[in-house]
């Protein structure tokens, strides 16, 4: 049944004289007319039809798809008063339909919680339905309904926006949305938005990810492109003869050369990936990533002293480098080096806690000296007196702290590769994105 349908299959009622006058603090106005909700076959409304189940029926009807409607705001109260875990119900039957793929009942459920209980996670989870439905009208071939669905995501989105101001889960929604899009110039300016309010966690350190990437793009041709993509593909071959175009029109851009020791490195030609690496060096570029690939380089030609200096220098030029930190941790544990590994353990657990390469190194790390690691480290630097700055570690232990045992992830420890996008709050659809994350993770909805 379709939108107008069901606002047609309302019919409006005096307030029956057997109907409670109090909820609580809500309180029934004989003077409104309430809607029910007839049965799809009933024409007219009969008595049997005149329920609290049914009036409520109508109202949530209403709720979703006529905001407009003047008893609107009683309508939401009513329900609320009436049954107040409606919303929490809807939103677990919202769920259950989505994955049945019963898309249009589940876009009702999610409007009418949505609109009952505006949340942000109300608002993601009604935007990412029209993403599923978007997928599923490409498979259908049905090109309308695909441009239909993403454009109502988008609005869904805008929409959260401007109702909670700068949402940091509205603004990553929105940053890996326009990114999936192609739209890159708009995805950079909601992750620099998102960037500014994010609190800490692994989801900031993957947008601080995405940003590198979207700076990148931005900044470089249809080669350069074409390289990236073929790299992401896991098609470093390919990569190479893109990327090579590029540099022969940029000789003098270290990008370049960046994707090249990339995907050399990817390859196993590790002597080759380490002179295109330190070309960007040479050209004056500086940053984390370079050394983190030149580090994996060195230990792979079985230079591990030489890497933890390269991971040293990733680190000094970014000390929010995750996957700089995690490898220098893994490679100190390796050599049973248990003081530097817990040091920078503690600086990777600090950025993100719930980092799944994170929580297997430090169950390493306990099962290899039986030490468990309590509370975070924080630092801070004070003054003395001296004239000269002292590092201050200050350690706070959580009494009883457990952490079960767990694997290391990949054979080499590495946090090399990219992690995961969250375009949606609950769940994927099961493509790649072309905003350069390799998928989507399945979080809990609120």
Not at 93 to 103: G, N, P
Not at 106 to 125: D, G, K, R, T
Not at 243 to 270: E, S
Request: proline content about 2%; charged content about 35%; glycine content about 6%.
């Amino acid at each position: 049944m379709s939108k107008e349908d069901k606002i047609r299959n309302i019919s409006y009622i005096n307030v029956p004289e057997t109907l409670k006058v109090d909820f609580g603090s809500f309180h029934v106005d004989p003077r409104r007319r309430l809607p029910v909700l007839r049965k799809e076959d009933h024409k007219h409304l009969s008595e049997e039809d005149i329920t609290v189940e049914n009036i409520i029926s109508g109202m949530l009807t209403i709720i979703a798809y006529d905001t407009t409607h003047p008893d609107f705001q009683y309508f939401c109260d009513f329900v609320r008063a009436v049954q107040p875990d409606t919303a929490e119900e809807l939103n677990k039957a919202a769920i259950a339909k989505e994955q049945q793929k019963d898309y249009d009942f589940a876009e009702e459920l999610f409007l009418a919680v949505y609109h009952l209980l505006p949340q942000s996670a109300s608002c993601i989870n009604l935007a990412t339905l029209y993403s599923c439905m978007s997928v599923d009208a490409e498979e259908r071939k049905d090109d309308d309904a695909a441009e239909s669905a993403l454009a109502n995501a988008r609005l869904t989105l805008m929409d959260g926006l401007s109702r909670f101001g700068e949402n940091e889960h509205i603004l990553s929604e929105l940053a890996s949305f326009e990114g999936y899009m192609g739209n890159l110039e708009e995805a950079k300016e909601y992750t620099e938005r998102y960037l500014k309010v994010a609190s800490e966690g692994s989801r900031k350190v993957e947008m601080k990810e995405f940003l590198k990437k979207l700076d990148l793009q931005l900044g470089a041709d249809n080669s350069f492109k074409e390289a990236y993509d073929f790299i992401m593909l896991d098609m470093p071959e390919k990569a190479l003869s893109s990327v090579d175009k590029f540099i022969a029109g940029n000789p003098r851009l270290w990008n370049g050369y960046f994707l090249k020791g990339w995907a050399l490195r990817k390859l196993g030609r590790y002597d080759e990936a380490k002179e295109a690496l330190l070309r960007c060096i040479e050209l004056g570029e500086n940053n984390g990533d370079i050394y983190n690939e030149l580090s994996i380089c060195e230990l792979e030609t079985g230079h591990a002293e030489l890497a933890k200096e390269y991971l040293n220098s990733a680190v000094d030029l970014d000390g929010y480098n995750l996957k700089a930190i995690s490898n220098l941790a893994f490679l100190h544990l390796r050599d049973n080096e248990f003081d530097e590994a817990r040091y920078y353990l503690e600086k990777a657990r600090n950025l993100a806690d719930d980092d799944e390469i994170v929580r297997n190194l430090i169950d390493r790390y306990e099962e290899a000296t039986g030490e468990k690691i309590g509370g975070r480290i924080s630092e801070e630097v004070v003054d003395d007196g001296s004239g000269d700055d002292k590092l201050l570690v200050e350690e706070e232990y959580l009494e009883g702290s457990n952490v079960s045992e767990g694997e290391t992830g990949c054979d080499c420890g590495h946090h090399h590769e990219d992690g995961h996008c969250h375009c949606h709050d609950h769940g994927s659809d099961g493509h790649e994105c072309t905003c350069g994350h390799d998928g989507c993770d399945e979080k809990d909805r609120g």
